[in-house]
């Protein structure tokens, strides 16, 4: 079992930045990648961004190049998202997840099915 907890998410004017965390626990060890997701109401969850455990190897969704940076911390097990330019389209419910399984290719770090376990959520507003 992994457990994950979320924080950073707030209300912030466009243009600005926010920093999100998301903090591993449990079976640790055994995670070899992990990402974040987001959702808006009435909108299926979609892909923002994912970093390999071992490599450190980045993948982002192209509504977020240039503007995201997804990093992690091993000795912390923790994997943080780095959001500048905001705009108002990226409000959303930001989940960050886990992948447990090895797994090689774009595909395993974009598509939900490929990951384990989830957090809660931490809510992210961009004002206009």
């Known amino acids: 079992q992994v457990q994950l907890a979320e924080s950073g998410g707030g209300l912030v004017q466009a243009g600005g930045s926010l920093r999100l965390s998301c903090a591993a626990s449990g079976r640790t060890f055994s995670i070899d990648a992990m990402g974040w997701f987001r959702q808006v109401p009435g909108k299926e969850r979609e892909f923002?961004?994912?970093?390999?455990?071992?490599?450190?190897?980045?993948?982002?969704?192209?509504?977020?190049?240039?503007?995201?940076?997804?990093?992690?911390?091993?000795?912390?097990i923790t994997v943080y998202l780095q959001m500048n330019s905001l705009?108002?389209?990226?409000?959303?419910?930001?989940?960050c997840a886990v992948r447990l399984d090895y797994c090689i290719g774009?595909?395993?770090?974009?598509r939900?099915?490929?990951?384990?376990?989830?957090g809660q959520g931490t809510q992210v507003t961009v004002s206009s």
Do not use: L, M, Q
Request: proline content about 2%; some cysteine; charged content about 25%.
């Open 48 to 76: 923002v961004a994912a970093i390999s455990r071992s490599s450190g190897s980045t993948y982002y969704a192209d509504s977020v190049k240039g503007r995201f940076t997804i990093s992690r911390d091993n000795a912390k």
């Open 87 to 95: 705009k108002p389209e990226d409000t959303a419910v930001y989940y």
């Open 106 to 110: 774009y595909g395993c770090y974009i």
């Open 112 to 118: 939900e099915y490929h990951y384990d376990y989830w």
